[in-house]
């Protein structure tokens, strides 16, 4: 898949989203700050979600567990407090591009589609609640952007269902997991595996851990795209901050992520250049017992096996005794294949 023209899967570089989300506490200029230490923590994206708090929230509506621990005691109140209409977002987003980053919203309900459209996001992401929310998704691919879609707290079925939605639509599925801030021990970083075999497609992970080097761990497991939290203060009062890195933590977990990949390398098995000396050095080779001459049939009592590995390979012994030599071989040397008739 493709953002902006950044090419995003296996081989590429890791490509890293910097969540803004509702860490702006709505205020624009503080959004604008977290974008350049995002640039300057060298994230590609950032994140910003555009949500209108009465289209989304119902009577019914309740606060979760993690948003009343953060002070919160209305979700209405919450919400209206740290909403961003779209006009505030446009020069968080002109910002963005200014400073070489792509630009990437959630949007949590159908009607707002057009309006993201006009403020020109590089892609789209589902919020993980609204993987099951077809209409939204459908909106979403109806600009031809490209998508992200989070699965926390979706089972296997429903993830195949959006799987089936989405189609051939540009996508790059999410593992994540929907707590805030999320334990270690509930990472599942091998839940990558199974979302492999429902989505055959590239797949990131979208990280509320508290660790640094979950993000390595994850792109080492095999995510091509990671989303994670940022923060100007993770002490700060709101929903989000405590389950977020600071800049100074994200620049950290993006030179993690990076040398994690380069550490993983190419995904198949081969001959190094840098144990190409060593292969030669201490690999062993079919090795002459006595001085040979030309035209020698050699038998089993003619060969030995010794380093260095610069000769015929000893798992070919089989198959060279009872061939005649081309040239002499002195005692103690190996057997190369030139030296064969």
């Known amino acids: 898949m493709r953002i902006a023209g ?7 570089p890791p490509y890293i989203v910097a969540e803004i989300g509702v860490n702006h506490d709505g205020s624009v200029q503080k959004a604008i700050e977290l974008v350049q230490a995002a640039k300057d923590a060298g994230a590609d994206a950032v994140k910003l979600q555009l949500y209108e708090t009465d289209r989304l929230l119902s009577k019914a509506a309740k606060l979760a567990a993690y948003q009343k621990e953060s002070g919160a005691s209305d979700p209405f109140e919450m919400l209206r407090r ?5 006009d505030d977002m446009e020069p968080i987003v002109a910002y963005a591009h200014a400073a070489g980053l792509q630009a990437v919203v959630s949007i949590f309900s159908v009607e707002l589609v057009p309006l993201a459209e006009e403020l020109k996001f590089d892609a789209y992401k589902t919020a993980s609640p609204d993987i099951i929310n077809r209409p939204l998704i459908e909106a979403m691919m109806s600009t031809r952007k490209p998508l992200l879609l989070s699965t926390g707290a979706a089972s296997a079925s429903e993830v195949a269902d959006a799987t089936e939605w989405l189609g051939g639509h540009p996508h790059i599925m999410l593992h994540c997991v929907s707590a805030y801030p999320t334990p270690d021990d509930r990472a599942a970083l091998a839940a990558r595996i199974a979302l492999s075999r429902i989505n055959p497609r590239a797949l990131g992970y979208s990280d509320h851990t508290q660790s640094l080097d979950t993000g390595a761990l994850a792109v080492a497991s095999g995510a091509c795209l990671l989303e994670r939290h940022i923060t100007y203060d993770r002490s700060a009062p709101g929903p989000d901050h405590a389950a977020s890195l600071d800049p100074q933590g994200f620049a950290e977990y993006v030179r993690l992520v990076h040398r994690a990949a380069k550490m993983c390398g190419h995904a198949e098995k081969r001959v190094l250049d840098v144990e190409q000396d060593v292969r030669n050095v201490s690999r062993q080779s079919l ?15 003619d060969i030995t096996i010794k380093r260095p590995g610069t000769g015929i390979s000893p798992a070919r012994l089989q198959s060279i005794i009872g061939r005649r030599l081309a040239r002499r071989v002195e005692a103690d040397m190996p057997i190369c294949e030139e030296d064969l008739a």
């Open 6 to 12: 950044r090419q995003i899967g296996p081989g590429e």
């Open 82 to 86: 740290l909403e961003m209409s779209a």
């Open 287 to 301: 090795t002459a017992t006595a001085d040979l001459p030309a035209g020698h049939l050699l038998h089993s009592e």
